[in-house]
T-cell receptor, first 113, second 111 residues
Framework: DTAVSQTPKYLVTQMGNDKSIKCEQN?????MYWYKQDSKKFLKIMFS???????INETVPNRFSPKSPDKAHLNLHINSLELGDSAVYFC????????????FGDGTRLSIL | SQQGEEDPQALSIQEGENATMNCSYK?????LQWYRQNSGRGLVHLIL?????REKHSGRLRVTLDTSKKSSSLLITASRAADTASYFC???????????FGSGTRLLVRP
């Protein structure tokens, strides 16, 4: 009965590869997000989607492409992975906007070799 | 740009003591939230305080907000070892569809 689930939990891959992270929420929320948390624990918004529509793209390189097939899913595809992409990526969801409480997945730890 | 700065960066206390964390932010807000992150886990929402509120309580948590100083504090009373985690403040910043997180305070509660 996990509210926000992400897969995989760990992702270790070589520089230059393409990888995807999947996220699903069963809370019935209409807004979903991707965040990146760096090694210093600083958490930064990457994308937010409302009702499958992209609302926020926080100057993320276009190697990162989110896709929302429906309101319950927001996947993240990353092309041509670089060393600087190593981080923990969190998916989150909320009902509506205006700073509503967000529910987070447990993260995907991406390590680039 | 980072919205919230938290102080202290790290805090170590004995079980039973109170822990106070502070957050400062830069722009006007609609509300401010506090989250907890246990090691290796996602963030968990603790409490939300609206810009027209000055204080809010939830169990052992007490949050204050001073919009004139653009600052907030989180007080955890009678701390427990299970409170060991990182604590983040977050504001809605310049958009209704994103939260901007502070740098976090790492709290260690020693048994």
């Amino acid at each position: 009965d996990t509210a926000v689930s992400q897969t995989p939990k760990y992702l270790v891959t070589q520089m230059g590869n393409d990888k995807s992270i999947k996220c699903e929420q069963n809370l019935g929320h209409d807004t979903m997000y991707w965040y990146k948390q760096d090694s210093k624990k600083f958490l930064k918004i990457m994308f937010s989607y409302n009702n499958k529509e992209l609302i926020i793209n926080e100057t993320v390189p276009n190697r990162f492409s989110p896709k929302s097939p429906d309101k319950a899913h927001l996947n993240l595809h990353i092309n041509s992975l670089e060393l600087g992409d190593s981080a923990v990526y969190f998916c989150a969801s909320s009902q509506g906007s205006y700073g509503q409480p967000q529910h987070f997945g447990d993260g995907t730890r991406l390590s680039i070799l | 740009s980072q919205q919230g700065e938290e102080d202290p960066q790290a805090l170590s206390i004995q079980e039973g003591e109170n822990a106070t964390m502070n957050c400062s932010y830069k722009t006007s807000i609609n509300n401010l939230q506090w989250y907890r992150q246990n090691s290796g886990r996602g963030l968990v929402h603790l409490i939300l305080i609206r810009s027209n509120e000055r204080e809010k309580h939830s169990g052992r948590l007490r949050v204050t907000l001073d919009t004139s100083k653009k600052s907030s504090s989180l007080l955890i009373t009678a701390s427990r070892a299970a409170d060991t985690a990182s604590y983040f403040c977050a504001t809605d910043g310049d958009s209704s569809y994103k939260l901007i997180f502070g740098s976090g305070t790492r709290l260690l509660v020693r048994p």
